[in-house]
């Protein structure tokens, strides 16, 4: 089993920075992929950044050039930056994690979530 836990989430005016970070814990040695999503209420869980075991990265279109997604595999630590936040990047950012790695599909099937954090910018 693997656990993650968030933090850093926020309110930020627009244009401000925040970074989240997801601490895992348990069985990582088996994590090739990492990542982040966000929803906001009644909408569908949108993923926003990923990077896998070796490196690779994804972004979301609406976020290339503002966020950047980072791993510290000594730490167990995924981050998010996030800069030049916007009133439409309000959500709650959750992390999750797969055993396995098939490619950036935005379906939010994954193995392990996080209990997510509220980023909230205001205008």
């Known amino acids: 089993q693997v656990q993650l836990v968030e933090s850093g989430g926020g309110l930020v005016q627009a244009g401000g920075s925040l970074r989240l970070s997801c601490v895992g814990s348990?069985?990582?040695?088996?994590?090739?992929?990492m990542g982040w999503y966000r929803q906001a209420p009644g909408k569908q869980r949108e993923l926003v950044a990923g990077i896998t075991s070796v490196g690779n990265t994804y972004y979301a279109d609406s976020v290339k050039g503002r966020f950047t997604i980072s791993r510290d595999n000594a730490k167990n630590t995924v981050y998010l930056q996030m800069n030049n936040l916007k009133p439409e990047d309000t959500d709650v950012y959750y992390c999750?994690?797969?055993?396995?790695?098939?490619?950036?599909?935005?379906?939010?099937?994954?193995?392990?979530w996080g209990q997510g954090t509220q980023v909230t910018v205001s205008s």
């Open positions: 999750y994690a797969d055993r396995t790695f098939q490619g950036w599909y935005k379906s939010p099937a994954r193995d392990y």
């Open positions: 348990g069985s990582l040695f088996s994590i090739k992929a």
